[in-house]
């Protein structure tokens, strides 16, 4: 089962939705990656976009270590459950809001949003191509200087962000590689 890292919550455990049907980040890349984002002061005051949200762990690692809130979006109904059980057990339902329905159908829905911080965790079989198509989506619910996460499989394609996004780099753990960029600042 997984667990919060770090922060007010760290040690707590996220139970995983009935099923097999998640692919929670591994401690050890959730851990190197709050460590880069710690390091680029990306999670203080944070309002957080977690998109494929699984077991909601990188949304409430974030919330644990100082962001301001987060919303989760899950397909899975089961999962949504969880999901909004495992907050209120966490004491974060104040902090976070649980949408069910599409990554896709909810980006397209968030205009007069500003996140800056935005976890893309998809299942490993959604195409490259959608992800990059979701980008551009999702660019008016971001703050000028969001910073977007996508994990991926090291079998797919590398994301190619689109015109008008920078590329703040790539970290490999194993199976699991880290994408990192956000719309650029001229």
């Known amino acids: 089962m997984p667990r919060i890292i770090a922060g007010t919550l760290g040690g707590r455990t996220i139970p995983g939705p009935p099923g097999k049907g998640t692919r929670p980040t591994s401690d050890r890349v959730r851990e190197a990656l709050f460590s ?14 977690d998109l494929y949200a699984g077991t909601g762990g990188l949304a409430f690692e974030s919330l644990s270590r100082g962001a301001a809130d987060a919303l989760l979006v899950e397909l899975h109904g089961p999962t949504v459950k969880q999901l909004r059980r495992t907050a209120a057990d966490l004491d974060l339902a104040s902090r976070c809001e649980v949408r069910a329905g599409k990554a896709e159908t909810v980006g397209a829905q968030l205009g007069g949003r500003e996140f800056s911080l935005v976890f893309l965790d998809p299942p490993y079989d959604v195409a490259t191509d959608a992800l990059e198509m979701l980008l551009v989506t ?7 200087d969001a910073l977007v996460v996508i994990e991926r499989s090291r079998r797919s394609r590398a994301l190619s962000w689109p015109i008008g996004w920078a590329d703040d780099g790539t970290k490999a753990y194993g199976e699991t590689v880290l994408q990192f960029g956000g719309p650029a600042t001229d």
């Open 138 to 144: 999702l660019r008016p619910a971001l703050a000028d």
């Open 36 to 49: 880069r984002l710690d390091g680029w002061d990306a999670l203080a005051g944070a309002h957080v976009l």
